[in-house]
């Protein structure tokens, strides 16, 4: 079955680079969320869309920005990168059942940013 | 404080046997509670998805239970197998929104 894929897998950025990470959903999935997990750390909700349009919002900071498509996938972008922004970001997608709640979030395997 | 507590938090187990993780919450309204594992450095790949009215889900060799009085919920493993070897990770979510709670996990190593 098809998964949730993300890109780059790894990514090396030195500090106020910018980069962007993408993020394909399961096929008919209309809801994309993304987490950052530190070193050690559980995952951090950063921000959610749905059906293109931004539907929560977590601790993303102000530096990053994301947006959904109209083929539904999505790109987090962020600027002016800092050392603790090393990470793993998951994206994880799910149906959103007409607004009701979603379904299981279905997580990709994420891409691994290093800021050096 | 954190909305979901995992006990233990690590453990190590012979293969072939059993082991049962604990997870509680506070989350409130209480929508759903899901359980995943994640290997190290992949993402969390889901095993059970628990409603308020559900008491118990398998998925193979994985049997969730739900007590929503007590906001307690379980992970057990049957006949461990050397690809147990993970991170489960209890998570919660709360009606209204799909904003979810994660536990640290329980780190789980399973050795021959």
């Known amino acids: 079955a098809a998964g949730v894929i993300q890109s780059p897998r790894h990514l090396i950025k030195e500090k106020r680079e910018t980069a962007t990470l993408k993020c394909y959903p399961i096929?008919?999935?209309?809801?994309v969320y993304w987490y950052q997990q530190g070193p050690g750390q559980d995952p951090q909700f950063l921000i959610s869309?749905?059906?293109?349009?931004?539907?929560d919002k977590g601790s993303i900071p102000d530096r990053f920005s994301a947006q959904q498509f109209s083929d539904y996938h999505s790109e987090l972008n962020m600027s002016s990168l800092e050392l603790g922004d090393s990470a793993l970001y998951f994206c994880?997608?799910?149906?959103?059942?007409?607004?009701?709640?979603?379904?299981?979030?279905?997580f990709g395997p994420g891409t691994r940013l290093t800021v050096l | 404080k954190n909305q979901v507590e995992q006990s233990p938090q690590s453990l190590i187990i012979l293969e072939g046997k059993n082991c049962t993780l604990q997870?509680?919450?506070?989350?409130?309204?209480?929508?759903?509670l899901r359980w995943y594992k994640q290997d190290t450095g992949r993402g969390p790949v889901s095993l059970t998805i628990?409603?308020?009215?559900?008491n118990t889900k398998s998925n193979g060799r994985y049997t969730a239970t739900l007590d929503a009085d007590t906001k307690q919920s379980s992970l057990h493993i049957t006949a461990s197998q050397l690809s147990d070897s993970a991170s489960y990770i209890c998570?919660?979510?709360?009606?209204?929104?799909?904003?979810?709670?994660f536990g640290k996990g329980n780190q789980v190593v399973v050795i021959p």
């Open positions: 994880a997608s799910a149906i959103e059942r007409g607004g009701r709640g979603t379904d299981t979030q279905y």
């Open positions: 096929p008919r999935h209309d809801t």
């Open positions: 869309f749905y059906e293109k349009m931004q539907s």
């Open positions: 997870c509680n919450y506070t989350v409130s309204p209480f929508s759903n």
């Open positions: 628990m409603t308020f009215s559900e």
């Open positions: 998570v919660v979510s709360a009606r209204g929104n799909n904003r979810l709670a």
